[in-house]
């Protein structure tokens, strides 16, 4: 789908009228590695100074909801538990739903601690499911057994399909990397449940307490955050200090509703059109 520049005034108007909540990408949107990206600090203390409500939504399975309310407070970001969903917390939600409470578990010892004190029950022994999260710890072994479990039809789950994570030096092997790697292996892929798919959106409007039309979702993927933005109702706001450069959009099929340079960007939109004072 050819581009065509969206981010007017008289589009903003119509783009961010009748939001009541925001929701935020984490790497690359608000920081990059330890460093704040431009205009992070300011939107999010206005929307807190403001009361408007707001969300930090993360793929980013490799660390703890507790460990992201720690590096934002580090940055200086109001953040508290209740305000960070990570996919992690995602999958939590979805073990419940579906009873699956003894995965084989691929992830940093603090998820694992994260998953324990959430009542599942990660195991290697006689496991009832896999699941694969963004594993720094990640190892042959963990590799070989998690391929022989799918072989062996355990349900198989992932936290997000990403990529690469983007980092001050480069993007680094992420979940979805690890899911080719397995899909190779074993012909099979998992159900996965970070963006852009229905049970983070809708974890994403539970914890907001709104519907999704009234939230704007902002992030730099156009395959993730985008796209969950477009099939699950938000409002869609790309910002441009991550991945996504704006020829990217000429081959994509995932379009935002609004374009951001920046949340300094954005946040005047956001005065312009009233939703924030
Ligand atoms: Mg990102």
Same mark, same amino acid.
């Given at each position: 789908m050819p581009y065509t520049p969206r981010p007017t005034a008289a589009t903003d108007a119509a783009t961010l009228t009748g939001i009541t909540g925001l929701a935020f990408d984490l790497d690359g949107t608000v920081y990059l590695g330890p460093? %704040?990206?431009? /205009?992070?600090?300011?939107?999010?203390?206005?929307?807190? /100074?403001?009361?408007?409500?707001?969300?930090?939504?993360?793929?980013?399975?490799?660390k703890t909801g507790a460990g992201y309310v720690n590096s934002l407070s580090a940055l200086g970001l109001p953040a508290d538990r209740d305000?960070?969903?990570?996919?992690?917390?995602?999958?939590?939600?979805?073990? @419940?739903?579906? /009873?699956?409470?003894?995965?084989?578990?691929?992830?940093?010892?603090?998820v694992e601690d994260e998953y324990r004190d959430q009542g599942i029950e990660p195991t290697d022994d006689d496991p009832d499911s896999v699941l694969l999260t963004f594993d720094?710890?990640?190892?042959?072994?963990?590799?070989? @057994?998690?391929?022989?479990?799918?072989?062996?039809?355990l349900p198989y789950l992932a936290t997000h399909p990403d990529l690469v994570c983007p980092t001050p030096n480069g993007p680094i092997p992420d979940c979805g990397s690890f899911i080719a790697l397995l899909a190779e292996a074993t012909g099979a892929r998992p159900l996965v449940l970070g963006k852009?798919?229905?049970?983070?959106?809708?974890?994403?409007?539970?914890?907001?307490?709104?519907?999704? *039309?009234?939230?704007?979702?902002?992030?730099?993927?156009?395959?993730?955050?985008? @796209?969950?933005?477009?099939?699950?109702?938000?409002? /869609?706001?790309?910002?441009?200090?991550? *991945?996504?450069?704006?020829?990217?959009?000429?081959?994509?099929?995932?379009?935002?509703?609004?374009?951001? *340079?920046?949340? *300094?960007? %954005?946040?005047?939109?956001?005065?312009?059109?009233g939703v924030l004072a």
């Open positions: 460093t %704040l990206l431009p /205009g992070a600090l300011d939107l999010i203390m206005a929307l807190a /100074g403001a009361g408007v409500p707001y969300l930090f939504a993360t793929n980013n399975s490799s305000r960070v969903l990570t996919s992690n917390d995602v999958a939590v939600l979805h073990l @419940r739903r579906t /009873g699956l409470q003894r995965p084989f578990l691929l992830a940093t010892p603090d720094l710890t990640l190892t042959y072994d963990k590799l070989r @057994r998690a391929s022989d479990l799918i072989r062996s039809g852009p798919h229905a049970s983070m959106a809708s974890a994403i409007g539970d914890r907001l307490d709104m519907p999704a *039309e009234r939230v704007a979702y902002v992030g730099d993927r156009l395959y993730t955050d985008v @796209r969950m933005a477009a099939d699950h109702g938000f409002v /869609g706001v790309l910002t441009l200090t991550g *991945e996504t450069r704006r020829e990217h959009l000429d081959s994509s099929p995932h379009v935002p509703d609004l374009i951001v *340079e920046t949340l *300094e960007d %954005l946040h005047q939109r956001l005065r312009r059109t």
